[in-house]
């Protein structure tokens, strides 16, 4: 069956160090997106991407950057992890642009903590 | 002010009971709305869309007012398994385009007790 999956699940790291979550899709959905979830503010989007070589900001983008070299795969990285990123990351793809049908894909998400 | 606002509960109810979620959003050129729901450290899964007209899906009936610019979703006969965080979720886009985004409100409780 076709999936989602983030790695790794869950990691603890040091201020300052960098962090790449990664995730992998195989359903070839051209539209991928990365979410932060944290208590008294819900999901909320980092970075997102429409295809190969496409990546935008989302609203909270600040200290992450993701890539998108093939349709499979959008890493998001962390290039000096900060006590404000320890955070439940949530990977997500969807075939249509958002909108079409709003069903979006997640994956099982990815428990960061920045110590 | 945030784009979509729930009220975070948590709603305690019998199983049986019917209960009901509000969500209002701010923006008036939001295309489309959805109810997403959420397990316990789970990830968000897709419950329902909202239609203009109202839908049901079983036990689940969703609606939307454009006008008021608020959306609810109604559960009856609650089952214990319908205990999770149900997410209100819009879509905001470009007019005349489907590039839009979908912004989540913060989700409402739900723990149904036998």
Not at chain 1, 34 to 56: A, E, F, K, M, P
Request: charged share 20%; aromatic share 10%; hydrophobic share 30%.
């Amino acid at each position: 069956d076709a999936e989602i999956t983030q790695s790794p699940r869950h990691k603890i790291t040091e201020t300052g160090r960098q962090v790449t979550l990664a995730c992998h899709q195989t359903w070839n959905h051209n539209n991928m997106f990365w979410y932060r979830q944290d208590l008294g503010h819900g999901l909320r989007l980092i970075h997102y991407s429409y295809g190969v070589q496409d990546t935008n900001k989302g609203e909270v983008s600040d200290g992450y950057s993701v890539s998108r070299s093939n349709t499979e795969d959008l890493p998001l990285t962390l290039e000096s992890a900060a006590s404000s990123q320890t955070s439940v990351y949530f990977c997500a793809s969807s075939i249509l642009r958002t909108g079409d049908t709003g069903e979006l894909f997640f994956g099982e998400g990815s428990r960061l903590t920045v110590l | 002010r945030k784009e979509v606002e729930q009220d975070p509960g948590p709603f305690n109810v019998p199983e049986g009971a019917t209960v009901a979620f509000n969500c209002t959003y701010s923006n008036s050129a939001s295309q489309s709305f959805f109810w997403y729901r959420q397990d316990c450290r789970k990830e968000p899964k897709l419950l329902m869309s909202v239609y203009s007209s109202g839908n049901e899906d079983g036990r689940f009936t969703a609606q939307l007012n454009r006008a008021s610019q608020y959306i609810s979703l109604l559960i009856r006969d609650s089952k214990l398994s319908d205990s999770a965080t149900y997410l209100c979720v819009v879509n905001i886009g470009n007019r005349g385009s489907t590039l839009g985004r979908l912004y989540f409100g913060r989700g409402t409780q739900l723990t149904v007790w036998p």
